[in-house]
């Protein structure tokens, strides 16, 4: 275990020029350190900024002000340090569905023979080897979101970022990713940052919460859950998870006051 | 692919022979001058009694046709690749590449025979410079509709420039490559036609001596084959767009 990697932001500023609104500030002074394998999710209300977080720790973009540290050691690791999953599946549509797992190791100039087992494993893993041949626009919303989770971890990333992944599925399949990730973090033991804007998810997945305010986004809460590790759906339902579903809500609010 | 065949080529084939036989049946009730608009049973028997002209005339002119839009093809999608480089080459370049768009086939025509002499070269030239502009347009457009979360995919991965290209911006532009390419079929028929005309050879030389001939019973049937093999490239390109499209693109998939 312990193949996750540490990683901070320290007083990260972040704006960007806007036709309708001029100067939008995203992000105001973040400070954030995360620990090697923890489970850490961003929540804040649309359009808070919690993006632009993600990417700037994905190395897609830089910040005016502050500094990203700790990915710099995990680009030592056996694959690529990082990988990132989206709001929408983004596959490519022209692929079938082990074509598409195999496509960061084919990016990263892996023998086809390895690509070829790897993303064979991926896709078992997300339980699609029945799927494999087929292409994306013959699966279901949640197919297509479990072919992008299996990409993601092809490479055997050390941190593993989501983008709201599970926001445009249907409650049933979400909970059953849910279910999906968090069994897939604990047996790969990676860090994983997952931006959401659904209370519930947050408290269900993660072992911490980070609340960000309205724009600019600032850090209201940082908050680690007094949960269990084994987590159910009868979870759901108990007191402790329900205390925690308030703390959640009232940090939302103060950060949607605040600004 | 319809399940019913029939039901798709029916229509257009009923509306084909009722509209030949009424031609056939006004023509003959006003007695129009043969000189002026010949019945189709006339055009038919030109058809195929001077195939021996017209069908050769149509292979020159095909393959004119052939090589011109494979060129603007390829040209095309390159030129469309170059210019979405960035926005700065666009901006210093699409303005020219308009240029093909709007130039009169008719008014340079005479000109590609100065440059390339009388014969095919100037037929190719002419096909080629009037079906380019849809499949630089249409390329480039697919080119910069690439969804950008899929573009920070390839950024994420250390992906090369070359390997974005070929397995990110061009498979995505391939259904716009094709629209333009359908669009061209038609233009480079009309081109190599027009070039004919001045340059020489094919059908559009067959069309203007039949002409001063005063048998425009064989201007017809020369129109005819010119629509023929305008169609026939169109059904090809579609042919060849639902083959490459049709596990994944809603434009070709299976309904």
Known sequence: MGRGVAFALEGVHRSFRSDAEGEVRALAGIDLAVAAGSFVALLGPSGCGKSTLLRLVAGLDRPDRGVVRGLEAAATGDGAPLAMVFQDAELLPWRDVLANVALPLELLGRPAAERARVAEEAVAQVGLADARRRHPGELSGGMRMRVSLARALATRPRLLLLDEPFAALDELTRMALDDQLRRLWREAGITVLFVTHSIAEAAYLAERVVVLSRRPGRVVLDHTLALPVERTHELRAEAAFARELGVLQDALRRGAASA | ?255
């Open chain 2, 1 to 255: 692919m319809s399940a019913r065949p029939l039901a798709r080529v029916l229509p257009p084939v009923a509306t084909f022979v009722v509209g030949v036989a009424l031609a056939e049946v006004v023509i003959r009730a006003l007695d129009v001058s043969p000189l002026i608009l010949p019945r189709p049973s006339a055009v038919f028997a030109a058809a195929t009694q001077e195939a021996g002209t017209l069908l050769p005339a149509l292979a020159a002119t095909a393959r004119a046709v052939l090589i011109g839009l494979a060129l603007s093809g390829s040209l095309g999608v390159a030129a469309a690749v170059g210019l979405a480089a960035s926005p700065w080459i666009q901006r210093a370049f699409y303005p020219y590449a308009i240029f093909f768009q709007i130039v009169p086939i008719v008014a340079i025509a005479p000109l590609l025979v100065i440059w390339f002499g009388y014969g095919p070269r100037a037929v190719v030239a002419a096909a080629f410079v009037v079906s380019i502009f849809p499949v630089i347009a249409n390329t480039l457009a697919g080119l910069l509709s690439v969804d950008p979360a899929l573009s920070d995919l390839f950024r994420l991965y250390g992906a090369s420039a070359l390997a974005t290209l070929w397995k990110l911006r061009l498979p995505w532009a391939l259904p716009y490559v094709f629209t333009g390419l359908r669009i061209a079929a038609g233009l480079a028929v009309i081109g190599a036609i027009v070039g004919e005309f001045v340059g020489g050879g094919g059908l559009g030389i067959l069309v203007t001596s039949a002409m001063r001939q005063q048998r425009t019973d064989l201007v017809f049937a020369a129109v005819g084959y010119a629509s023929l093999l305008g169609l026939a490239l169109f059904a090809a390109v579609g042919f060849a767009s639902r083959l490459a499209l049709r596990h994944w693109h809603a434009s070709e998939t299976e309904r």
